[in-house]
């Protein structure tokens, strides 16, 4: 048997909420405990004066009642605490409980200077004492007592302290609810802010803190949507500023009489054109993209692209196909697959792509090669802006180090997850997986009859 670790709860609803429960149960307790206390203490003090007069009153009546009556008078003179026994009782040790010596002291103090008397306790599992003297005609009288340390409780009380902590504690939970729920629907927006930056804006009501905190954090989307667009804006401009000297360039080369030296400058030409036009296009997967999503025939979508590589002389294969249906948006997806099998088709020459579909799961595209791989600390490096790993990826191969930045900024916008991997053999796999559909998409398309 395992033994039991306590461990903190993690959510803050969940701390707040036991910390304050607890502590309301803490103070409940230590409430009832000293009111408790102190009304058996209040008891304690009007039983021992309520003992002195009485116990005074019931000896001086047996002294003045003939012999014979007094036996008849016993029951009449008996209380819930003490009782009258004609005789000499039970001897024993001298009263050493404190609530037993306060009796003592009281009787004492009511009859004490007329009636020499003594006390002694009686054993047995509660408190008992008896105190001992002689009427004025020498008969034994005993006072036989078990002193109560406090009043029964009624039956009602307990039910009505539980009820009373559950109010509490209700109470407690709907405070803490209150007082959170400002805070799940700030991270709910956090998470929802993706690059399109079109997240749900937060309510400004409700208490000063919390209005002033959505403000701030509507304030916040609108100034980074309004510098992702400045920027957007801005590599716009150097690209269609830098198309007119490229274009200037490319004449003066056409009427250049050095082949060797021209050819070598219009490469160069065409590699700062298509990095140029993928910088604005990685800026613009930043700022997001203002498709609408749709429900869409991942098979045939991914059939039509292998077609199309096919159409252009490319080893492109799609093994094993699967219907699965999806809601996405279609040209996003479509550009990231494009930019993985180009990636594949750089290094390797051929690409594959499997789908596997999980009932009620994700759908995960991969993209296969075998290639050089990548070595597996650079595996989430890659995915950085302008960055290449110069044993495989060079200027060479025609790569500006975007085409993964630009497919993994896709897949955030999406809402999928892209990774890389390394294959058994050599060769690379780049794995797409879209999150399974909300209740209600349904995934599997039934085909049609004939």
């Keep these: 048997m395992r ?4 461990r903190w709860p993690r959510t803050l609803f969940a701390r707040l909420a036991l910390i304050l429960c607890v502590g309301l149960a ?3 307790t230590l409430s ?3 009111t408790m206390t102190e009304r058996d203490q209040a008891t304690t003090n009007l039983m021992m004066d309520y003992i002195e007069r009485e116990v005074a009153s019931s000896v001086a009546l047996l002294d003045h009642l003939p012999p014979a009556q007094r036996a008849a008078w016993l029951p009449r003179l008996a209380r819930r605490s003490y009782q009258f026994v004609l005789g000499p009782g039970i001897t024993g040790t001298p009263p050493g409980a404190r609530l037993s010596a306060r009796v003592e002291r009281s009787i004492s103090d009511g009859i004490g200077a007329e009636y020499p008397l003594t006390a002694n306790e009686v054993p047995g599992d509660r408190e008992h004492l008896q105190v001992h003297l002689r009427l004025t005609d020498g008969t034994p009288l005993t006072i036989d007592i078990h002193p109560l340390s406090s009043i029964p409780l ?3 009380l307990p039910l009505v302290l539980v009820l009373q902590l559950a109010v509490l504690a209700a ?3 709907i405070a803490v609810r209150l007082a959170t729920r400002p805070l799940h629907e700030l991270a709910q927006a956090a998470d929802t802010l993706g690059p399109d930056l079109k997240a749900a804006r ?5 208490p000063s803190e919390v209005a002033r905190a959505a403000r701030a954090f509507n304030a916040m989307q609108d100034r980074i949507a309004m510098y992702l667009a400045e920027r957007v804006q801005i590599l716009a401009a150097i690209s269609h500023d ?4 490229i274009t200037r360039m490319r004449l003066r080369i056409d009427v250049m009489d050095d082949d060797a030296q021209s050819a070598k400058l219009r490469q160069d030409l065409l590699e700062m054109e298509s990095l140029v036009k993928e910088g604005v296009t990685y800026a613009r997967t930043l700022h997001g993209t203002a498709e609408a999503a749709c429900r869409i025939d991942l098979d045939a979508l991914l059939d039509s692209l292998v077609y199309d590589y096919a159409d252009a002389g490319h080893a492109v294969s799609y093994e094993n196909p699967q219907p699965a249906a999806v809601v996405t948006r279609p040209q996003a997806l479509r550009r990231i697959v494009v930019n993985l099998v180009d990636n ?3 290094f390797s020459g051929a690409a594959a792509l499997e789908v596997s579909v999980t009932p009620h799961g994700p759908v995960t595209i991969a993209v296969l090669d075998r290639g050089p791989g990548i070595p597996a600390e650079q595996l989430d490096t890659v995915f950085e802006p302008f960055y290449r790993i110069e044993s495989s990826r060079n200027r060479q191969t025609g790569g500006t180090g975007l085409g993964l930045a630009i497919a993994r900024q896709l897949a955030q916008a999406i809402d999928a997850t892209l990774s890389l991997h390394n294959r058994d053999g050599g060769g690379l796999e780049a794995r797409l997986t879209l999150k399974a559909p909300r209740e209600g998409q349904e995934r599997a398309f039934t085909p049609a009859a004939g």
């Design 154 to 156: 009624s039956g009602w």
């Design 32 to 34: 009832f405990w000293l």
């Design 242 to 245: 830098l198309q007119t000297p």
């Design 26 to 28: 803490l103070a409940q």
């Design 171 to 173: 109470c407690c939970w």
């Design 3 to 6: 033994p039991f670790i306590w």
């Design 344 to 346: 594949a088709l750089k």
């Design 202 to 206: 937060l309510r400004e009501d409700g």
